[in-house]
């Protein structure tokens, strides 16, 4: 099943270098969730061939407006290029409002059904589940109420032991049937039990999603081991006095995290302004924790 | 004096082929004048090498999304910049709610005064004058309610006549004095009055910016004889029935009106997102009247 993450913007606060604000779109199975939405998304997205009619849910983190200023001009480039279908948004409560007086000066009436979902920024809720994925929220420690997403894979079928596909010769149409728990007949009417035909499926993979915050250790449990883990470093270590107060978290803290938390890969992003060349950010990131790399933009990330 | 205007974007309701929402820079005597901002304008100004903080002035014509949604990102990365002069800002009275709404729920005191100077769409206002220039509003004929904005040069100094330079020996140090009406007084002791040494000044130029409107006659005597006009020219004449049902003009008819008020240069943009090529638009409009440019993005045009 397909899981990858599409950067579409990481830039902190302000555009500049070409680089964007906030927006992220995960592909799972061919659905497309957009995680937050800086102003310019919809640009990006078409400068990536990628199709926003296609994106059925937008979760937004929090409303500094790196995260959500390009999320009107989306919903209102949906609507006016003919979108009849539902498009499901998870924020926090306030962004309806910034919607509905949007909409309601520029006299729209969206053709399609906006389903808003508030999210709140006190404890971890389970927001959403559908036969692919659940996601939760991650309480971020920000200047306003934020909040981060896990998106947890279902869990997997188990896989068909393909030694016992030898020995008895078991047909492609029913070993669909095996990993869903039937048992299997032989030629000679013998039953065999699934779980004798099949080994345990991998553990569900997942991406944690974590911008913006300081460096914060009251979520770490719930991002243990995530598949991919994508964590805000907004500055080098040297800001450290700077990064605590905006609320910020640094490259090493991000690679410290990553270690405590024993992910599999780490991503950085929201970088500050003040880095043209985003190399001693990775560096930093890379001396606690290894295997990182850069939310560049336009680059796309499976979820391995 | 420099009065030029650089065109930021110019697709209508949706960007598209690389095409960004409408913004146009109008630089007065080395003053930044932005008109429009719609999504993606920050970004166009840093693409264009523009400093965004040369922007004293901003007027907003009317509040579908296209024409102002990069105004909050636009004013939040000069607060996060460091601005501390003020800037003024001209639009319908609901903008001020949604900027106030934003920077609410985002926490966000801004660190230079915004004076906002709300507009009505009734009746044309002189809003705004300084010593190079003055600006009224022109009432356009829309599903909301929609003001251009024509800007006039204040009238330039009377023209030193250079046969009078030559025959009386007027030294340089002498020539401002007398184009601002004092009389000069030659070797010999004669006194000459201003009057009899220059000739008039120039007509003083002017731009009149009309977006988005259906074809209107109401206002033609106001933009009668402006150097530039920019016009929406949304979509081509055979689309006419669509253009009159979503109050927009259509390229022919903007040349018939560049004709019938006898500009000098007309400027049409706000394509529609169903032209990837503009060059029937031009050559539509160029039926009616001859000098026409496209609102290219990134184009300058010097208005004489």
Redesign the interface.
Same mark, same amino acid.
């Given at each position: 099943m397909k899981f990858e993450l599409t950067i579409l913007g990481s830039s902190s606060?302000?555009?500049?270098f070409e680089r @964007?604000?906030t927006s992220q779109l995960l592909n799972i199975n061919e659905k497309y969730y957009l995680i937050d939405c800086g /102003? &310019?998304t *919809?640009?990006q997205l %078409?400068r990536f061939g990628l199709k926003a009619q296609r994106i059925d849910y937008i979760f937004i983190s929090h409303?500094? &407006?790196?995260h959500y200023? &390009?999320l009107? &001009?989306l919903l #209102?480039?949906m609507h006016? @290029?003919g979108r009849s279908k539902p498009i499901k948004v998870f924020g926090?409560p /306030?962004l309806k /409002?910034?919607l509905d %007086? *949007?909409f309601k000066? #520029? %006299?729209?009436a969206l053709r399609f059904p906006l389903e808003f979902y508030p999210t709140q920024a006190v404890k971890s809720d389970l927001i959403f589940e559908n036969t692919d994925v659940k996601v939760e929220t991650i309480i971020l420690n920000h200047?306003?109420p934020c909040t981060g997403f896990k998106f947890t894979l279902k869990r997997r079928l188990p896989k068909i032991r393909m030694d016992k596909v030898a020995e008895l010769a078991i047909p492609v149409e029913h070993r669909q049937l095996i990993k869903k728990g039937f048992p299997y007949t032989d030629k000679d009417g013998n039953i065999h039990q699934a779980e004798e035909l099949t080994s345990p499926a991998d553990e569900p993979r997942s991406y944690a999603y974590c911008s913006d915050t300081l460096c914060d250790w009251t979520f770490i449990d719930q991002i243990r081991g995530v598949n991919l883990l994508y964590h805000e470093s907004t500055f080098r270590h040297d800001m450290l006095a700077r990064a605590e107060e905006t609320y910020h978290t640094t490259a090493m803290q991000a690679g410290e995290i990553a270690k405590r938390a024993e992910v599999k890969q780490l991503l950085i992003g929201h970088f500050s302004a003040r880095y043209r060349d985003l190399n001693p950010l990775l560096e930093e990131a890379r001396l606690k924790f290894e295997n990182v790399a850069l939310a560049l933009e336009g680059k796309t990330f499976e979820i391995l």
């Open positions: 606060a302000t555009p500049i @964007n604000p /102003e &310019g *919809q640009q %078409m409303l500094h &407006g790196d200023l &390009g009107v &001009g #209102s480039s006016l @290029n926090p /306030e /409002e910034i %007086m *949007q000066f #520029s %006299m729209t200047r306003i």
